[in-house]
């Protein structure tokens, strides 16, 4: 019923913030990628490979946490499904 249907949407919501915090750590990377291309930045290389490692880090755990929660999400029976 309608306690299925909000945990079934709950877990959805879940996924899709995990996937939006990934989309955001790829941006940022791209970021600092263009920015490593800047000459007027050449001093600041080593702030940026810094800043680089740091994001890859996070994007690890993030990918962790997908995992978990795509694995929760496919244990959920559809809401509509008896």
């Known amino acids: ?18 996937l ?3 989309n ?10 263009q920015m490593a291309t800047i000459t007027e930045l050449s001093d600041y290389q080593e702030a ?3 800043a680089k490692g740091w994001i890859a880090h996070d994007v690890a755990q ?3 946490e997908l995992h978990d929660t795509i694995a929760r999400f496919a244990r ?7």
């Open 76 to 82: 959920l029976q559809p809401y509509w499904e008896k």
């Open 1 to 18: 019923g309608h306690h299925k249907q909000k945990s079934y949407l709950a877990v959805l919501g879940e996924v899709q913030e995990v």
């Open 24 to 33: 955001d750590v790829a941006a940022a990377h791209h970021l600092l990628e």
């Open 48 to 50: 940026l490979m810094l």
């Open 20 to 22: 939006g915090r990934i």
């Open 62 to 64: 993030q990918i962790a």
